[in-house]
């Protein structure tokens, strides 16, 4: 028997069939037509039903369709231009590949992860258990429990200066949750939703998922990677429907300035249809002198900003699954009428911990600052270490826990037995190759210049990975010996 399957859309390259790399057509985007499964998608036994699980669910309905006396049938496989349009993340690609290595056995040291090393602050996982044991496990309401959302809106008035009631916040499965929400709300298709580069990987993706089209504003390292209100300026159109603004920055660690917010607002400022989301999901990891101000607080942007934290970075409490948004009650009711269909309320257990998390005083309190202060000592480690490294230039970041290296200067470097360093991802290549050391390329984040070194692991851990990268770096040649 053949399976014959039969599609006419484009699927993104990373998805080959039978291990068949499908080509590429004129517009180098790869196609395909028609592909004949043979034999060895047949071989799972339908009496195994583990064994056929193994197998790609649409051989299996084949296999069923012999097994009853059908003739086989032709499936049309495409898929849908939204997922089409979409880049699989990088960070989690590179992720995977070091993980895969580390169980392997090789002693990969990882600096690629978005989340603290510090385990959920002990009052925060004991409302959890508490929870549980207390009987808090049903269906909470779509916008999440009214003793979070007050202390949420709390919170925003008291650390913010922001004022919300209740019903103009939602609580997620998380901000990535509460951030790709507000773009289904807010565009429609052909809106342009401005993204200040580098970014954190998923706001170009999830604008295309909302069938509008990012705008990516460089930034640079000598300007701090800070969006320049002139060139925000002369891009906005009457397409222009978001500004994205993620402050202190993933993946750069920059914090933008309240003077700098307040040029960026006055250009805003002029456009009605243009709206903010304020990603400050970053805004506890911050670090004197630096300071956060949310963009919602600026005058004349309360009526159009989106303001979006969560629980997952300064609460260490990634695996939680905890978000919100704050903003005027027409956006956030959108919002929820789309996670009404999608989710639901968040995890009832989380919403409790979430609680304590917030009761724990201003900032986050002591248990917040201690790993404030734990990942100000491994920036410092690394901007100094990593400083003495030649050509590596570094902007000194203000917040989070990320270092974004320009590393330009050793591409076209020749690496003896790897070939050549092109880009930052044949140097990260390099580098887990060589080093044994896992970062992110610059690519992901739209700044192919640089590398992104996640610092949320220990100063130990740290000092042995900054040793393997001098180690790789200093190897590297010249591509033609001078
Ligand atoms: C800038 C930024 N925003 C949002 C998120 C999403 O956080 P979560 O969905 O865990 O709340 C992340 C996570 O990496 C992030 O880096």
Not at 41 to 57: I, N, Q, Y
């Given at each position: 028997?053949?399976?014959?399957?039969?599609?006419?859309?484009?699927?993104?390259?990373?998805?080959?069939?039978?291990?068949?790399?499908?080509?590429?057509?004129?517009?180098?985007?790869?196609?395909?037509?028609?592909?004949?499964?043979?034999?060895?998608?047949?071989?799972?036994?339908?009496?195994?039903?583990?064994?056929?699980?193994?197998?790609?669910?649409?051989?299996?309905?084949?296999?069923?369709?012999?097994?009853?006396?059908?003739?086989?049938?032709?499936?049309?496989?495409?898929?849908?231009?939204?997922?089409?349009?979409?880049?699989?993340?990088?960070?989690?690609?590179?992720?995977?590949?070091?993980?895969?290595?580390?169980?392997?056995?090789?002693?990969?040291?990882?600096?690629?992860?978005?989340?603290?090393?510090?385990?959920?602050?002990?009052?925060?996982?004991?409302?959890?258990?508490?929870?549980?044991?207390?009987?808090?496990?049903?269906?909470?309401?779509?916008?999440?429990?009214?003793?979070?959302?007050r202390a949420i809106c709390h919170k925003l008035k008291e650390e913010n200066?922001?004022?919300?009631?209740?019903?103009?916040?939602?609580?997620?499965?998380?901000?990535?949750?509460?951030?790709?929400?507000?773009?289904?709300?807010?565009?429609?298709?052909?809106?342009?939703?401005?993204?200040?580069?580098?970014?954190?990987?998923?706001?170009?993706?999830?604008?295309?998922?909302?069938?509008?089209?990012?705008?990516?504003?460089?930034?640079?390292?000598?300007?701090?990677?800070?969006?320049?209100?002139?060139?925000?300026?002369?891009?906005?159109?009457?397409?222009?429907?978001?500004?994205?603004?993620?402050?202190?920055?993933?993946?750069?660690?920059?914090?933008?300035?309240?003077?700098?917010?307040?040029?960026?607002?006055?250009?805003?400022?002029?456009?009605?249809?243009?709206?903010?989301?304020?990603?400050?999901?970053?805004?506890?990891?911050?670090?004197?002198?630096?300071?956060?101000?949310?963009?919602?607080?600026?005058?004349?942007?309360?009526?159009?900003?989106?303001?979006?934290n969560?629980?997952?970075?300064?609460?260490?409490?990634?695996?939680?699954?905890?978000?919100?948004?704050?903003?005027?009650?027409?956006?956030?009711?959108?919002?929820?009428?789309?996670?009404?269909?999608?989710?639901?309320?968040?995890?009832?257990?989380?919403?409790?911990?979430?609680?304590?998390a917030l009761?724990?005083?201003y900032a986050?309190?002591?248990?917040?600052?201690?790993?404030?202060?734990?990942?100000?000592?491994?920036?410092?480690?690394?901007?100094?270490?990593?400083?003495?490294?030649?050509?590596?230039?570094?902007?000194?970041?203000?917040?989070?826990?990320?270092?974004?290296?320009?590393?330009?200067?050793?591409?076209?470097?020749?690496?003896?037995?790897?070939?050549?360093?092109?880009?930052?991802?044949?140097?990260?290549?390099?580098?887990?190759?060589?080093?044994?050391?896992?970062?992110?390329?610059?690519?992901?984040?739209?700044?192919?210049?640089?590398?992104?070194?996640?610092?949320?692991?220990?100063?130990?851990?740290?000092?042995?990975?900054?040793?393997?990268?001098?180690?790789?770096?200093?190897?590297?040649?010249?591509?033609?010996?001078?």
């Open positions: 028997m053949a399976l014959s399957l039969r599609s006419s859309s484009t699927i993104p390259p990373c998805l080959r069939f039978g291990g068949e790399f499908l080509g590429l057509n004129s517009s180098s985007e790869p196609t395909f037509r028609s592909l004949s499964f043979t034999s060895h998608l047949r071989s799972p036994s339908l009496t195994s039903f583990e064994g056929t699980r193994l197998v790609k669910p649409r051989v299996v309905s084949a296999v069923v369709r012999e097994q009853i006396g059908l003739d086989p049938m032709e499936l049309d496989i495409s898929l849908s231009h939204r997922v089409n349009s979409v880049k699989p993340s990088k960070t989690m690609a590179i992720t995977d590949q070091a993980t895969a290595l580390a169980q392997a056995g090789v002693p990969v040291i990882r600096l690629t992860a978005g989340e603290p090393d510090f385990d959920t602050p002990a009052p925060i996982a004991e409302a959890g258990i508490n929870a549980i044991r207390e009987g808090y496990t049903r269906y909470t309401p779509n916008a999440g429990n009214m003793d979070l959302r200066g922001i004022s919300y009631t209740p019903n103009q916040v939602l609580v997620s499965n998380g901000a990535k949750q509460s951030i790709h929400q507000a773009l289904l709300a807010i565009c429609s298709p052909r809106d342009e939703v401005i993204i200040p580069a580098p970014f954190w990987v998923s706001y170009p993706e999830m604008a295309r998922l909302a069938d509008a089209t990012p705008v990516i504003l460089p930034t640079s390292l000598s300007e701090n990677f800070l969006l320049d209100p002139k060139l925000l300026e002369s891009k906005l159109t009457e397409k222009s429907r978001l500004l994205i603004l993620c402050s202190p920055s993933n993946p750069t660690g920059s914090v933008y300035p309240k003077r700098l917010l307040e040029e960026i607002a006055q250009v805003v400022a002029k456009h009605p249809r243009l709206l903010v989301l304020s990603d400050e999901i970053y805004e506890h990891i911050i670090y004197a002198p630096a300071t956060h101000t949310s963009f919602a607080s600026l005058p004349g942007m309360w009526e159009r900003t989106l303001t979006v969560g629980f997952s970075k300064a609460f260490a409490m990634t695996g939680w699954r905890l978000g919100y948004l704050a903003g005027p009650k027409h956006f956030v009711a959108a919002c929820g009428k789309i996670q009404s269909q999608f989710t639901s309320g968040a995890s009832s257990i989380s919403q409790k911990a979430a609680v304590a009761g724990m005083g986050g309190g002591e248990a917040v600052s201690t790993m404030v202060k734990a990942f100000m000592e491994r920036r410092d480690f690394l901007v100094k270490s990593l400083g003495e490294l030649e050509g590596v230039k570094i902007s000194e970041p203000q917040g989070a826990f990320y270092l974004f290296l320009d590393f330009s200067f050793y591409y076209g470097t020749d690496a003896r037995g790897f070939g050549k360093i092109e880009n930052s991802e044949s140097l990260c290549r390099y580098l887990l190759d060589k080093g044994q050391v896992a970062l992110v390329p610059g690519s992901a984040f739209g700044d192919d210049s640089c590398i992104r070194i996640s610092y949320a692991e220990s100063l130990t851990t740290l000092e042995a990975a900054v040793e393997r990268i001098k180690k790789a770096i200093i190897s590297l040649r010249p591509a033609f010996p001078v």
